[in-house]
């Protein structure tokens, strides 16, 4: 069992900066792919950031803004967001992926927190 846990959202002016955390317990390794999704009102979820131990990925629309990183002793991983825009408001939910022994991908998912961003 995994469980996410995500905090540091809230409300942010234009071109403001927030860092979200993501506090992960259970059967979880290094290997394991982790990163941030994000969904708002009326639209899809959308990947936002991932990495792992070899490779990070950025969507092009957080490109240059958003920074993920992660300890992975303390089983933490963390998105540090700068020059954020009203675009960006969204519940963001913290994902780490697992390999089953049939070799498909199973998530887990933190309950979300909410990042507004707003004059």
């Known amino acids: 069992q995994v469980t996410l846990v995500e905090s540091g959202g809230g409300l942010v002016q234009p071109g403001g900066s927030l860092r979200l955390s993501c506090a992960a317990s259970?059967?979880?390794?290094?290997?394991?792919?982790m990163g941030w999704y994000r969904q708002a009102p009326g639209k899809e979820r959308e990947l936002v950031a991932m990495?792992?131990?070899?490779?990070?990925t950025y969507a092009d629309s957080v490109k240059g803004r958003f920074t993920i990183s992660r300890d992975n002793a303390k089983k933490m991983v963390y998105l540090q967001m700068n020059s954020l825009k009203p675009e960006d408001t969204a519940v963001y939910y913290c994902?780490?992926?697992?390999?089953?022994?049939?070799?498909?991908?199973?998530?887990?998912w933190g309950q979300g927190t909410q990042v507004t961003v707003s004059a």
């Open positions: 994902n780490a992926k697992r390999q089953t022994v049939y070799g498909s991908e199973r998530n887990d």
């Open positions: 990495t792992s131990a070899d490779i990070t």
């Open positions: 259970g059967t979880i390794f290094s290997t394991n792919p």
